[in-house]
């Protein structure tokens, strides 16, 4: 069982940043995958950006060079760094973590572009 905990959205005006979090605890394996993915209103869930342990990411095209996503693995964290933020990235933002024998979804934290 693994249960994950987000932080960080909020209001921010277009060009601002953000940093997203989420922490996860539990029956965590070495090798395992966390990343964020996004629903907009009336739009499908998708990628955001993942990042593996070994180190391996993966970043939607649309915010490559703007989004950086890291992991702290003594803490079990991942975190999202999101700048030059565009109205566009309006959504709920997912945390996801995947390991061999389970994938786990966060609850989601709200992030609003908006002057």
């Known amino acids: 069982q693994v249960q994950l905990m987000e932080s960080g959205g909020g209001l921010v005006q277009p060009g601002g940043s953000l940093r997203l979090s989420c922490a996860a605890s539990?029956?965590?394996?070495?090798?395992?995958?966390m990343g964020w993915y996004r629903q907009a209103p009336g739009k499908e869930r998708e990628l955001v950006a993942v990042?593996?342990?070994?180190?391996?990411?993966n970043y939607a095209d649309s915010v490559k060079g703007r989004f950086t996503i890291s992991r702290d693995n003594a803490k079990n964290t991942v975190y999202l760094q999101m700048n030059s933020l565009k109205p566009e990235d309006t959504a709920v933002y997912y945390c996801k973590f995947v390991q061999t024998d389970l994938a786990v979804w966060g609850q989601g934290t709200l992030v609003t572009v908006s002057s």
């Open positions: 990042i593996a342990n070994p180190l391996v990411t």
């Open positions: 539990g029956s965590i394996s070495r090798i395992n995958t």
